[in-house]
Each structure stands twice: as structure tokens, then as C-alpha cells.
């Protein structure tokens, strides 16, 4: 493999190594959330997210296969091991399910986080349309824009939530009317639906 081929493999991992642990992020995000807008938008944002894991993944094995010389078990290889050191390096549950005093204040502040990880995501596709561009592998870089893009609209829509989640939080901690419901959870339909 040539540097240039080498260091545009290495921030495709990056990506896709992003995307397989925010899979997980947002499984933990919508068990905790209460059906509605919120919760229908993490939902919408985990297959999206999936979805951009398999099309980095697909990339990133091209890429290492054509630089392996057609060597498709040689770049299956360094797929999975680049994959499974990022994934391990970057994978995390987020700060803590239990933080807050309350429901509401939880999906709060799984939203703040949730649009923190979409600006990192904006960044590390932005670096990599920039290098896929300057080493002249347009289909990289269409990627890269194409998820980009996503990763914008999704941070509008995260952050136009952020008011009504923070009004929840305010009913329950300043009004004394809380809304959040655990029976009304992600986790809790989820063991409804396999008891059924």
C-alpha cells in the first residue's frame, strides 16, 4: 500500500469505526427515551447511521483491495483489524444513563451529547472529502459529502429539539410536573414487544 493509500484507509476506519459505536449510543439513547418526536428521531438516526457504517465499510474494502492488488482476503484483514482497534479505541456507552435527577433531564442531556458526536462526525467527513479530493478519489469524497450532508441535517433537527426537551426538564424540576414515563421507554416497549 502507498502512504497516500494507507493514510485514506486509516481515516475511512475512523469513520467507520464512528459510526459502528454511535450504533450502540444510539441503542442506549432510545431505550432511555419516551415514545415521540425525540425518540422517532434517534430511531430514524439509528438506520441512517447503519446504513453509513455499511457504505464506509464497502469503501474502505475496495479501497484496501485495490491498493492489496485485488487481494481480497489481504484487505479483508486489515479491515477487520482496523476495525476492531478503532472500534474497541472509540466504542463507549455514553456518560452515564443514571446522570441527571430525572427522566427528562437524562434525554437532555443525551441530546446535547448526541449532537456533540454529530459535530465530530461533520469534522471527520469534511477531513475526509478533503484528502479523498486532493489524492483525486472522487468516489470517496462523494461519499464523504454524501454522509456529511446527512450529518448536517441530523444536528438541525437534534438541536431544533433541544427547546422541548429542556421545557420537560423544566416542568419537572422548576413546575414540579413531571412527564418523563419509564413504562413509555424504548427499553420498556422493547420487553413488551418480546413478551408478546
Avoid: F
Avoid at 462526525?121 to 484528502?131: G, P, V
Avoid at 478519489?137 to 441530523?154: K, P
Wanted: some cysteine; hydrophobic content about 45%; aromatic content about 2%.
Amino acid at each position: 500500500m502507498t502512504h497516500e493509500t494507507t493514510t485514506l484507509s486509516q481515516y475511512l476506519r475512523e469513520a467507520h469505526a464512528t459510526e459502528v459505536a454511535l450504533v450502540r449510543v444510539l441503542q442506549e439513547q432510545i431505550a432511555v427515551a419516551p415514545r415521540g418526536a425525540h425518540r422517532t428521531l434517534l430511531e430514524e438516526h439509528l438506520e441512517e447511521t447503519r446504513s453509513h457504517a455499511t457504505r464506509v465499510r464497502e469503501r474502505l474494502g475496495a479501497v484496501e483491495a485495490a491498493a492489496a492488488g485485488g487481494s481480497v482476503v489481504r484487505a479483508g484483514m486489515a479491515l477487520a483489524q482496523g476495525v476492531a482497534g478503532q472500534a474497541l479505541a472509540l466504542g463507549k456507552t455514553p456518560l452515564d444513563l443514571l446522570r441527571g435527577h430525572g427522566g427528562e433531564e437524562k434525554v437532555l442531556k443525551n441530546a446535547k451529547d448526541a449532537c456533540a458526536t454529530e459535530a465530530l462526525e461533520i469534522a471527520t467527513y469534511a477531513a475526509l472529502e478533503r484528502l479523498a479530493e486532493a489524492l483525486g478519489d472522487e468516489e470517496t469524497a462523494a461519499l464523504a459529502r454524501s454522509i456529511r450532508a446527512d450529518e448536517e441535517r441530523m444536528l438541525e433537527r437534534l438541536t431544533q429539539g433541544i427547546p422541548a426537551l429542556t421545557d420537560a426538564v423544566v416542568d419537572t424540576r422548576v413546575a414540579g410536573e413531571p412527564s418523563y414515563d419509564p413504562a413509555a421507554t424504548g427499553a420498556a416497549d422493547a420487553a413488551r414487544a418480546a413478551a408478546a
